[in-house]
Nanobody
Framework: QVQLVESGGGLVQAGGSLRLSCAAS????????LGWFRQASGKNREFVAT????????YYADSVKGRFTISRDNAENTVYLQMNSLKPEDTATYYC?????????????????WGQGTQVTVSS
């Protein structure tokens, strides 16, 4: 009964920005970490960012560090990914995910619920 719905993807020029949102229904995000992953065509799903359940700890993949910011609004059961200075290599389907526990993680297997993804395309 858990459903995660991503939104905010689209087409943007290199150097531009997008803000992704992921709203959950069927359960609360309270007490668990949240994360964002992405998957480009023909490639494996890769870690992007994660945030602890308190919002006090965040981690980012080196490829997005300094450009992306993850945040959460527990009252709204929503996690966000602000993406700035976008590059063509950021083009991918972006997925939000709910962690197994309170701790943040960059490991795929530590996430138990996944959204269906939102497409981000960055053009040159």
């Amino acid at each position: 009964q858990v459903q995660l719905v991503e939104s905010g993807g689209g087409l943007v020029q290199a150097g531009g920005s997008l803000r992704l949102s992921c709203a959950a229904s069927g359960r609360t995000f309270s007490g668990v970490a949240l994360g964002w992953f992405r998957q480009a065509s023909g490639k494996n799903r890769e870690f992007v960012a994660t945030i602890s359940w308190t919002g006090s700890t965040t981690y980012y993949a080196d490829s997005v560090k300094g450009r992306f910011t993850i945040s959460r609004d527990n009252a709204e059961n929503t996690v966000y990914l602000q993406m700035n200075s976008l590059k063509p290599e950021d083009t991918a389907t972006y997925y939000c995910a709910v962690g197994r526990t309170y701790r943040s993680s960059n490991l795929y297997n530590d996430y138990i619920y996944w959204g269906q993804g939102t497409q981000v395309t960055v053009s040159s």
